[in-house]
């Protein structure tokens, strides 16, 4: 590697290390406990969160303000950033609220009066489920309780966003790639040849269950479902996305004569089951860019010969206006 590159990575690890160093002190006066009350004088107002309400207004200074707000209460704490909108969630077991911003999270007691797990230094954490929390910090991830005690701290990388699911995925120190429970035990390990071409544990869990990749292209590709516990439900050579209210789409690449008489690949798009089963043939065109309509409450807005109509699971296409069935495409 020439000097010049290797100045350059310099340049950028420290740029790096410079804007953690700065968001992290940034945080430290992430809030401000207040006895003003400002929630009468609110131009934007975000939905409630257990009891709690998160929302703006311009100060006597004529200063956007945030603020977080206890409902039904005087209580009322100043969120003391200028990133917007704050995400902030509040969990179910009494333990504490979770704001997250651009570069940071952190914690507060629910009278919004502290910062609370301070003694982790707190980079990036997801909401409390169950009495446990997954965060990061300068030295790692760490899995901890309420009390702010360890409950594992072998996790070398993770794609959670919650812990909803009571189980996340992970990638260990040791190289083994799978689940985790909230008590911090490996449940299952993802199979060899589908951790998504790398040890990156980039997994999630959609209508309880979850696709996995071998990250190969087509003709090499292989998909997999799984559930909750680690069992293989049904292996494609397709490639599908997440799945919605009981299906996914499966894709794959056809050559069809275009409007001008000359060949082009285009790809094509049906519906699978969780088995992997064909529900719906492939015989939707993707829009290059876009991906395949989902299905939400037993429907999904498809493209069929240039006409928008609706897809049933049933596999009939219905209209959009009068909802009376267009073509059975089983048939």
Not at 38 to 49: E, G, Q
Not at 132 to 141: C, F, T
Not at 214 to 225: C, M, Q, Y
């Amino acid at each position: 590697m020439g000097d010049y590159m290797k100045k350059n990575i310099s340049v950028v690890l420290f740029l790096v290390f410079g804007a953690v160093c700065f968001a992290h002190k940034y945080v430290t006066d992430l809030f401000i406990p207040t006895d003003t009350i400002c929630f009468d004088r609110a131009t934007s107002i975000f939905p409630a969160n257990n009891d709690y309400v998160y929302f703006t207004y311009v100060n006597d200074a004529g200063q956007k303000e945030q603020r977080i707000k206890k409902l039904d209460t005087k209580v009322e704490a100043i969120l003391n950033y200028n990133v917007y909108p704050a995400l902030f969630a509040v969990d179910d077991e009494n333990c504490y609220i979770n704001i997250s911003m651009k570069w940071n999270s952190t914690y507060i007691t629910r009278d919004l009066k502290q910062e609370a797990l301070t003694e982790w230094d707190v980079l990036w954490g997801t909401p409390f489920y169950r009495g446990v929390a997954l965060i990061q910090n300068e030295d790692g991830y760490f899995l901890i309780n309420s009390k702010g005690e360890l409950i594992n701290d072998e996790i070398k990388r993770t794609s959670a966003g919650s812990l909803y699911d009571g189980i996340f995925s992970v990638t260990l120190k040791d190289g083994r790639a799978g689940f985790m429970n909230l008590k911090g035990e490996l449940v299952f390990e993802v199979p060899q040849e589908y951790k998504d071409n790398g040890d990156r544990a980039a997994y999630y869990f959609w209508d309880g269950v979850m696709v996995l990749t071998n990250g190969l292209p087509e003709g090499r590709h292989k998909s997999a479902v799984i559930d909750k516990k680690g069992n293989i439900l049904g292996e494609t050579k397709y490639i599908l996305s997440n799945f919605s209210d009981g299906l996914a789409s499966f894709s794959y690449t056809v050559t069809k004569n275009n409007k001008k008489g000359r060949p082009e690949r285009i790809k094509v798009f049906g519906y699978m089951d969780k088995y992997c089963n064909i529900v719906i043939p492939a015989v939707f065109e993707q829009d290059y860019g876009h991906s395949c309509p989902e299905f939400s409450k037993g429907y999904a807005k498809v493209s069929y010969h240039g006409r928008d109509l609706l897809l049933g699971k049933d596999g009939v296409l219905y209209s959009i206006e009068t909802k009376a069935p267009v073509l059975d495409l089983k048939k």
